[in-house]
């Protein structure tokens, strides 16, 4: 099983300055996040049974559904993902772990 990354580095260097190097912990923000998304889920749940009614008909459902896994998947692969953007003076770094 593939596990969903912990941390992220982000990295903001600047010219003859000290840059910014910040790690943010996402198994302290992920569980905050998700606390958050379910109570709008059941703050909005009336709102989607009757989108689930509509969608029903036109066979959106099924692809509803199975879009969850994909999405779960693809944040598991974001691990070891390292984006680095330099673009003239200005550099960025991203890194999960």
Same mark, same amino acid.
């Given at each position: 099983?593939?596990?969903?990354?912990?941390?992220?580095?982000? $990295?903001? =260097?600047?010219? @003859?300055? +000290?840059?910014?190097? &910040?790690? #943010?912990? %996402?198994?302290? $923000?992920? =569980?905050?996040? @998700?606390? +958050?998304?379910?109570? &709008?889920? #059941?703050? %909005?749940?009336?709102?989607?049974?009757?989108?689930?009614? +509509?969608?029903?008909?036109?066979?959106?459902?099924?692809?509803?559904?199975?879009?969850?896994?994909?999405? +779960?998947?693809?944040?598991?692969?974001?691990?070891?993902?390292?984006?680095?953007?330099?673009?003239?003076?200005?550099?960025?770094?991203?890194?999960?772990?």
């Amino acid at each position: 099983m593939n596990l969903p990354p912990m941390t992220m580095r982000l $990295i903001l =260097p600047r010219q @003859g300055k +000290i840059g910014i190097n &910040l790690w #943010l912990p %996402l198994f302290i $923000i992920v =569980p905050i996040v @998700g606390i +958050i998304a379910l109570a &709008l889920f #059941l703050i %909005l749940l009336p709102l989607m049974l009757i989108a689930v009614v +509509i969608l029903w008909r036109f066979g959106w459902v099924k692809l509803l559904i199975l879009s969850f896994p994909a999405v +779960i998947g693809c944040l598991s692969a974001l691990r070891g993902l390292k984006v680095d953007v330099n673009q003239g003076r200005e550099r960025v770094l991203i890194s999960f772990s």
